[in-house]
């Protein structure tokens, strides 16, 4: 009973409310959410010239129904531009890519854990530009309660980020993460995550099989709507070691990539 009390007046000396609910996300049924991406890739491998990217994209989530504490997302890739330009000078414009307007689907629970995805009905082969291993935008919170006041918590879940690749890869994930800005009546405003994850992505045709292992060192800041409780901004950088190996090859190549991003939302409500 004694460290209750204790527990109870640091969190009223710190000016913590102890009655403070858990945050979860709060998106709703109809609601969408429309984000634009912009990007930087390096992107290195095995004595190849260096890739530089620009990237431009605009997603679009859509809370098709929820059943209490269970979401079911559409996200589609609404547009996509990039510019490349390699360390020997050559240079290129992409824009126009086949998962454009095509709706992958996440069942998940208001804490951001997974619990089923539909990959893209596309059936093509496919990586988007910016990588197979890119950044959820709804990050797994703390599975007990998200509030002001916590301490850290870590989260380690398994997940096929069906946004990035056709077929989906597999990512196993670790977050460690805090809510370090709240509002005065510990609406939490800001969470700050750092992430180390390992990522599988194989690719098979009729021909070969290409399977890619990737190391994942990331962190983010997510800036919250206070009203909503969604991300209204996230910026979020990343280093990627990895491996890439064809079922014939006697070794893997090896490379690398870094990519800063900053995703914020233009656009929010019901439909």
């Given at each position: 009973?004694?460290?209750?009390?204790?527990?109870?007046?640091?969190?009223?000396?710190?000016g913590?409310?102890?009655?403070?609910?858990?945050?979860?996300?709060?998106?709703q049924?109809?609601?969408h959410?429309?984000?634009?991406?912009?990007?930087?890739?390096t992107v290195?491998?095995?004595?190849?010239?260096?890739?530089?990217?620009?990237?431009?994209?605009?997603?679009?989530?859509?809370?098709?129904?929820?059943?209490?504490?269970?979401?079911?997302?559409?996200?589609?890739?609404?547009?996509?531009?990039?510019?490349?330009?390699?360390?020997?000078?050559?240079?290129?414009?992409?824009?126009?890519?086949?998962?454009?307007g095509?709706?992958?689907?996440?069942?998940?629970?208001?804490?951001?854990?997974?619990?089923?995805?539909e990959?893209?009905?596309?059936?093509?082969?496919?990586i988007?530009?910016?990588g197979?291993?890119?950044?959820?935008?709804?990050?797994?919170?703390?599975?007990f309660?998200?509030?002001?006041?916590r301490?850290q918590?870590?989260?380690?879940?398994?997940?096929?980020?069906?946004?990035?690749a056709?077929?989906?890869?597999?990512?196993?994930?670790?977050?460690?993460?805090?809510?370090?800005?709240?509002?005065?009546?510990?609406t939490?405003?800001?969470?700050?995550?750092?992430?180390?994850s390992?990522?599988?992505?194989?690719?098979?045709?009729e021909r070969?099989?290409?399977?890619?292992?990737?190391?994942?060192?990331?962190?983010?800041?997510?800036?919250?709507?206070p009203?909503?409780?969604?991300?209204?901004?996230?910026a979020?950088?990343?280093?990627?070691?990895?491996?890439?190996?064809?079922?014939?090859?006697?070794?893997?190549?090896?490379?690398?990539q870094?990519?800063a991003?900053?995703?914020?939302?233009?656009?929010?409500?019901?439909h």
């Amino acid at each position: 009973m004694r460290v209750v009390v204790v527990i109870e007046l640091l969190f009223v000396a710190c000016g913590w409310s102890i009655a403070q609910e858990c945050f979860q996300w709060g998106v709703q049924p109809g609601m969408h959410l429309r984000y634009e991406v912009e990007a930087y890739d390096t992107v290195t491998f095995d004595g190849q010239p260096t890739l530089f990217r620009h990237r431009n994209e605009r997603w679009l989530v859509v809370c098709d129904s929820s059943r209490g504490d269970t979401l079911h997302l559409s996200q589609r890739l609404e547009l996509f531009e990039a510019r490349e330009v390699t360390s020997d000078g050559d240079s290129s414009m992409r824009t126009g890519l086949p998962a454009i307007g095509h709706a992958v689907h996440i069942v998940m629970t208001r804490r951001g854990q997974r619990l089923s995805v539909e990959p893209l009905p596309t059936r093509q082969l496919s990586i988007l530009p910016g990588g197979a291993f890119g950044p959820v935008l709804l990050l797994p919170l703390d599975s007990f309660c998200t509030k002001c006041g916590r301490l850290q918590w870590i989260s380690e879940q398994q997940d096929t980020t069906v946004e990035y690749a056709f077929p989906p890869p597999t990512i196993e994930r670790m977050f460690i993460a805090t809510v370090d800005s709240c509002t005065a009546d510990g609406t939490p405003l800001r969470i700050t995550y750092a992430e180390t994850s390992r990522g599988v992505h194989i690719l098979r045709t009729e021909r070969f099989a290409l399977q890619t292992v990737a190391l994942i060192l990331a962190n983010g800041v997510v800036m919250l709507d206070p009203a909503d409780h969604v991300p209204r901004s996230i910026a979020y950088s990343q280093h990627i070691r990895f491996s890439a190996k064809h079922d014939d090859d006697h070794s893997p190549r090896y490379g690398q990539q870094r990519t800063a991003l900053h995703i914020r939302l233009v656009q929010s409500g019901n439909h």
